[in-house]
């Protein structure tokens, strides 16, 4: 029997969840300690991929409103570097894709400040962030500063949760509907704050107990997934395994 999206949403644990994957930076580069940077032809490379295998990358607002998710694939960008609008929505268009952007609503035209040892690369400006929108693209929250949520406390918490989004809405006309949890820090309380300030969907990174609509662990995708690699990685998330990254 085929499972619709809310169905697989609240499945118990070793049933299949939305087919998410995880995307930070897509430009060329010479060095990436942090793993975050998509070579551009990789990239196209990993979209040619996935049109053969007849999956369609989508927003996380479509793969969430869709009553049969088979055949999308949700796709994400953590951060909201300058590249989304440079390499990664013309490569989308090509291929008629579309993906969510999230955006860290307080440092917007600033930098990756929060990764000391890696290369400085610039984050969305508002314009750009207008531009994503009229080009198709989702904006979703990645807080107000790229903060560990779980340290803390309430009232930070809600200035990083609810406050983003109320910027990002001002800014973009959407509704902003998804929150990203940077770092994939995520407790009960953060989980229960994103949902409370109103979000449809939280991503997180990897599969835990709070796993469910405002915990959707996701695929990671870095530039040495060729086809063998992502087709590993598909049949992974079909078999119900999650895959644990040591990552950011």
Same mark, same amino acid.
Request: with cysteine; proline share 5%; net charge negative.
């Given at each position: ?61 479509? %793969?969430?409103?869709? @009553?049969?998710?088979?055949? %999308?694939? &949700?796709?994400?960008?953590? #951060? @909201? ?14 291929? &008629? ?8 609503a307080g440092r917007l035209g600033g930098s990756n400040v929060w ?7 610039? %984050?969305m400006t508002s314009e750009q962030v207008e531009q994503a929108v ?10 107000? +500063?790229?903060?560990?949520? !779980?340290?803390? #406390?309430? #009232? ?15 800014? !973009? ?22 949902? #409370? ?12 107990? +709070? ?10 995708? @870095?530039?040495?997934? &060729?086809? +063998?690699?992502? +087709? ?7 078999? @119900? ?8």
């Amino acid at each position: 029997m085929a499972w619709t999206l809310q169905e697989q949403i609240a499945a118990p644990s070793g049933r299949a969840l939305p087919y998410v994957l995880m995307y930070h930076s897509v430009a060329e580069y010479a060095q990436d300690p942090y793993r975050v940077t998509v070579d551009p032809a990789r990239f196209e490379r990993q979209l040619r991929w996935l049109e053969r295998r007849g999956l369609r990358g989508v927003s996380m607002g479509e %793969l969430m409103a869709a @009553g049969d998710p088979r055949g %999308l694939v &949700g796709l994400t960008f953590d #951060d @909201g570097y300058q590249d989304f609008m440079h390499h990664v929505v013309p490569a989308l268009r090509r291929h &008629g894709f579309t993906a969510t952007v999230f955006v860290i609503a307080g440092r917007l035209g600033g930098s990756n400040v929060w990764d000391p040892d890696g290369p400085r690369k610039p %984050l969305m400006t508002s314009e750009q962030v207008e531009q994503a929108v009229l080009a198709g693209m989702e904006i979703g929250s990645h807080g107000m +500063l790229h903060r560990r949520l !779980s340290e803390l #406390d309430d #009232d930070e918490l809600v200035e990083e949760v609810a406050g983003s989004r109320e910027v990002l809405r001002a800014l !973009s006309g959407q509704d902003v509907g998804g929150f990203c949890y940077p770092y994939g820090d995520l407790s009960r309380r953060v989980r229960d704050a994103v949902r #409370d300030c109103g979000y449809d969907y939280g991503c997180a990174i990897w599969s835990s107990p +709070l796993t469910g609509r405002h915990a959707l662990p996701r695929t990671y995708v @870095g530039d040495s997934d &060729g086809h +063998l690699r992502l +087709l590993a990685k598909r049949v992974r998330h079909e078999m @119900g395994v999650t895959e644990l990254l040591s990552f950011r």
